[in-house]
């Protein structure tokens, strides 16, 4: 995997981006996947970039799996070597708000193992790249996972996990800034505009894959909420969290995690 073939996934997922806010400029329609809770809203435009992507995806690679969040499951996919996990739009709550903190996010994994991730904000054409080994780029300029610590660790929560008071036991303890999508937030700290993110909840494969191949390409430290490493193209897609961070951070904020973080099943 050489930067030349990068550079064909990076204009991929640029495409995706120009066709979600297109989409958006023209309207889109919104449904819940469940609607009687009025929760996981699933948009038009999801359903587009995620037939964009597929089609697009596999073209690059034909003798990939397919995992993605809008599209109905295979088992033929945990027979592959290499597969696809994408999610044509994380954070879809921010993109019917208008909150320009969404992302498109495709990672390419291999034997379970990360290979490479992109991650786009339409709203914005901020575009991450990166391949573990080869490098990881803002915009075509190198970025590295790293940064000058404050006198706090300056972490990336989401707003649901904070209205829930899930960030509550690290008050005065850290410094949390709000941001929507998760793998946006993974791919900011992959080119070090905060120290870490987590998230002790389940996450699917789709919503985080990206991210963690940005933020070990930038060098980088990342585990699920069990300190393990991650294996994708799982039969379950769903993590046991996560817990990203420069590499000079990560040390520390395991060890707040471990102490302040209440305990779960």
């Known amino acids: 995997m050489d930067k030349a073939w990068l550079d064909g996934l990076a204009e991929v997922v640029r495409e995706a981006g120009r066709l979600v806010e297109e989409i958006a400029r023209q309207g889109f329609d919104t449904q819940f996947k469940h609607p009687e809770e009025r929760r996981d809203p699933v948009t038009t435009a999801d359903l587009a970039c995620d ?32 597969v696809w996990i994408v999610d044509p739009i994380d954070g879809t709550r921010e993109f019917v708000r208008r909150i320009p903190e969404y992302a498109i996010s495709v990672a390419l994994a291999r034997d379970g193992e990360p290979v490479a991730g992109a991650v786009v904000n339409p709203a914005t054409g901020d575009l991450f790249l990166g391949a573990v080994g080869v490098g990881a780029w803002r915009n075509g300029t190198p970025m590295v996972c790293s940064r000058i610590r404050g006198e706090r660790l300056t972490i990336l929560g989401s ?8 960030f509550e036991p690290f008050a005065g303890i850290l410094e949390v800034r709000a941001v929507g999508s998760i793998a946006y937030k993974l791919a900011l700290v992959a080119a070090g505009e905060a120290d870490g993110t987590f998230s002790l909840g389940p996450k699917h494969e ?60």
Not at 159 to 166: Q, T
Not at 238 to 251: C, K, N, P, Q, S
Request: proline share 5%; aromatic share 8%; net charge positive.
């Open 51 to 82: 037939a964009f992507l597929k089609e697009r995806l596999l073209t690059l690679l034909p003798e990939a799996g397919w995992l993605s969040e809008e599209t109905k499951d295979r088992p033929d996919r945990l027979e592959k070597r290499w």
């Open 206 to 265: 789709w919503d985080i894959a990206a991210g963690v191949a940005l933020v070990l390409a930038a060098g980088g430290r990342v585990h699920d909420g069990a300190g393990r490493p991650f294996r994708f193209n799982q039969p379950h897609t769903l993590t046991r969290g996560i817990v990203a961070a420069t590499r000079e951070a990560y040390g520390d904020l395991a060890l707040l995690i471990e102490r302040h973080a209440p305990r779960r099943a």
């Open 159 to 166: 707003r649901s996990e904070m209205n829930r008071g899930e």
